[in-house]
């Protein structure tokens, strides 16, 4: 049976950065989820609304090099930097009772996002799952990566992969057990990284799974595994994960993948199962987007996880705090 809904407090925490990618503009990919009307399709559902903002590069004097061909030092700072506050500012939103919704950016912010549910479960004795909805694996390491993106690595750094030099650690990183992920939708994974994903026992549900047992059965596996840990579980949904024919908004696109109503039965089941603590939106590029084609659909698909149906109930009064 479908658990209830029940009106929560949801924080927006934009993290306006692409730092880790190779393709400039998915900074900007909070701000067009907002226009996209984000806020208010939570608040229609009777979830009470704060929006942080955005968290950006401290650095306020023009670089003399574009985002996709700074120093790859100056970018790894950036990430780095980035990532740290992303995990304290998640911390303090999880530790205050409300659920968190980071808004990319590329993926590299997961390094900070998955770390402050991971800091936060800890102590908690909680286990963190983590669904990575992604048409990539993002379990490259610094040695592994054809490209060096940092977009491409923050699975392996979470799961405590060697090769991330020192730069890497701190109080702000959190780990998560490898046999606790799962990625949903993968079509594009480098050689290497699909050696580390196998040895590690990471479980991967590619297109090629979900066309032959269906999604319902896919994502069923994944909340039955955390249901029976009593998990916490962390949802990383990166825009490439959807067939590029109805969200062409991404610099990393790879034909072949979610269709509309594959990606909304996934946060059907995922609301329904009433586990899901924490997500990210990631790799929004509104420069490569359609008329807010992708944007409109990606706060169609937070709807959805967040209680929006087809025979949803009257909503009651809305809150929204700017903060």
């Known amino acids: 049976m479908p658990a209830p809904s029940r009106p929560v407090r949801i924080d927006l925490v934009g993290v306006a950065t692409a730092s880790g990618a190779s393709v400039r503009g998915c900074g900007m990919g909070p701000e067009a989820l907002r226009v996209a009307g984000l806020a208010e399709a939570l608040m229609d559902l009777d979830h009470a609304v704060a929006d942080h903002g955005d968290l950006r590069r401290a650095q306020t004097s023009p670089s003399t090099h574009p985002s996709s061909a700074r120093m790859p030092e100056e970018r790894k700072a950036d990430v780095l930097e980035m990532a740290a506050r992303i995990s304290d500012a998640g911390h303090a939103i999880l530790q205050s009772g409300h659920v968190p919704v980071f808004l990319g ?3 590299s ?15 908690r004795q909680k286990p963190v799952h983590v669904l990575w909805i ?20 923050p699975l392996a750094l979470l799961c405590g992969e060697p090769g991330f030099d020192e730069a890497f650690q701190g109080d702000w990183l959190g780990r998560i057990d490898a046999h606790n992920v799962t990625i949903l939708g993968a079509r594009s994974v480098d050689r290497e990284e699909r ?3 196998q040895a590690r026992g990471i479980e991967v549900i590619d297109m090629r799974k979900i066309d032959q047992i269906g999604v ?21 949904l990166d825009v490439d994960s959807l067939d590029p024919a109805i969200a062409p908004g991404g610099g990393t696109l790879v034909p072949g993948g979610l269709s509309y109503r594959e990606a909304h039965l996934v946060m059907e ?5 009433g586990l899901v603590g924490s997500l ?6 509104p420069f490569l987007d359609h008329g807010g084609k992708s944007a409109t659909l990606l ?15 009257e909503p009651g009064p809305m809150e929204f705090v700017t903060e």
Do not use: W
């Open 216 to 236: 319902v059965a896919a994502v069923q596996k994944v909340i039955d595994k955390a249901k029976a840990a009593e998990a916490h579980l962390h949802v990383s």
């Open 109 to 123: 912010i997961a390094m900070g996002t998955v770390s402050a549910v991971a800091r936060y479960c800890l102590p």
């Open 299 to 313: 706060v169609d698909l937070v709807a959805s996880l967040f209680g929006r149906s087809i025979m949803g109930e």
């Open 134 to 153: 992604d048409a990539h694996a993002d379990y490259n390491t610094p040695q592994t990566s054809p490209s060096g993106n940092l977009h491409g690595m």
């Open 280 to 285: 990210d939106v990631v790799e929004l590029n």
């Open 195 to 197: 050696r580390l994903v």
């Open 269 to 273: 089941m995922l609301h329904d199962c």
């Open 105 to 107: 950016g590329d993926h």
